[in-house]
């Protein structure tokens, strides 16, 4: 019966990464660098608030949008904090921010759309944008220490243009967006009347003072975020994020995302709440450390790599070795017993990304397997 089902199915690959994890966790003595996942657990004031919601009988049904004091909430962290001006009206609550993408794309995209994303990317947004029957069009940024080109971004805009979506800090490179770079997307946003998506999930994990994309108050009815509680807080588990969009936009997006998910469980949404008072600056100061030590050590086995400025991940590039990412990242597991992310999961051939959100004595365990194969690879 699979010939009966939607095509746009047989486009939709299961996560390379995930599969490479997978494949670590089965093979026996492999330090594995793959999963970006903070290692630290949930506060314990957002568990607490979470076990006391469910005691209170918070069970039933949420609204679609959200429960107003989360709602509330945000609306008042991300004007303190990011100045951000949304009002609660403005404001989704999603299945995390993956959830809170999908229901973005679907809500915006026709078929035949095109959509604009510096590479390397997140590669799930290619699979979500795919099954709208739209289009990725790639602007690659590995030539410019990742930083967006404004004659390279308008040469690819099209009367069939839609969206540009943005990450920084980036996953998988953790590069942060410059101020030129943000101020010629939206720029060109403006002058083409596009939507910008700008997820922001790596935010509070920025090393430095994150610079702004809207300046310009007239590209607010043309800009969307998504943000997710799941890096800064270490409540990965409990799938809950938001997405910020003027009020037409934000509720179509809401119409959609009520038909995909109805609404996020409300014990999570109250234990949410509590996330707004826990300081992340402390777990930001110990990746720092982390992105410090290991950027050293790559220093020291000659891999260039451009430094990161935020997240939790490196991406060296490999390519002195005449390898594809996928072949290097195999040798890696089965000669090294170190577990690394192919580049070409994020359209980044020649490079790997390495997670340095594991537990420490397997980050550093595993970059110096590394180094013995990047030794070796010379040597031989």
């Keep these: 019966m699979l010939d009966r089902v939607n095509k746009q199915m047989a486009l939709i690959k299961p996560s390379g990464i995930r599969q490479f994890a997978e494949l ?16 630290f657990d949930t506060d314990e004031r957002i568990k607490q608030a979470t076990k006391d919601a469910i005691d209170h009988n918070e069970t039933h049904y949420p609204l679609n949008q959200g429960i107003l004091p989360l709602r509330k ?11 951000h001006h949304y009002q609660p009206s403005e404001i989704i609550i999603t299945n995390g921010a993956t959830g809170g993408l999908s229901a973005i794309f679907l809500a915006l995209l026709n078929a035949g759309d095109e959509v604009i994303i510096p590479s390397p990317m997140y590669v799930m947004y290619a699979s979500m944008i795919q099954y709208c029957q739209a289009k990725v ?6 030539s410019n220490q990742y930083q967006i080109d404004k004659n390279s971004l308008e040469a690819l805009i099209t009367d069939k243009t839609k969206l540009i979506v943005i990450t920084s800090p980036n996953n998988p490179t953790g590069a942060v967006l410059n101020q030129k ?9 403006l002058k083409h009347r596009l939507f910008v998506l700008s997820d922001d999930v790596y935010h509070q994990l920025s090393y430095i003072d994150l610079p702004k994309l809207c300046l310009n108050p007239l590209l607010r009815k043309q800009l969307i975020i998504a943000q997710s509680f799941s890096k800064p807080y270490a409540m990965t588990g409990f799938r ?8 037409p936009i934000a509720k179509v997006i ?9 609404g996020i469980s409300t014990f ?4 949410a709440i509590k996330a707004f008072e826990v300081d992340s600056s402390a777990m930001r100061l110990n990746y720092q450390n982390r992105r410090d030590r290991c950027f050293k050590m790559l220093e020291e086995m000659n891999l260039p790599c451009v430094k990161p400025e935020g997240a939790f991940y490196l991406f060296p590039d490999i390519s002195e070795f005449k390898m594809d990412s996928l072949a290097f990242c195999n040798k890696a597991l089965q000669e090294y017993k170190v577990a690394i992310v192919p580049g070409v999961f994020f359209l980044g ?7 340095y959100a594991v537990n420490e004595a397997d980050l550093y365990e595993g970059m110096r397997r590394l180094a013995q194969m990047v030794k070796d690879l010379r040597h031989a």
């Design 240 to 247: 809950i994020g938001y997405i910020l969009a003027d009020e």
């Design 349 to 355: 051939e020649h490079h790997i990304r390495i997670s």
């Design 181 to 189: 770079s943000l101020d010629c997307v939206a720029e060109l946003a």
């Design 137 to 142: 069009v790639e602007l690659d940024t590995t």
């Design 254 to 262: 809401t119409t959609i995302n009520s038909y995909l998910v109805t």
């Design 73 to 83: 909430a945000i609306s008042e962290y991300e004007l303190k904090v990011n100045h």
């Design 268 to 271: 999570i949404q109250i234990g």
């Design 24 to 39: 670590a966790a089965k093979t026996i003595g492999v330090v594995s660098l793959t999963i970006g996942e903070p290692e």
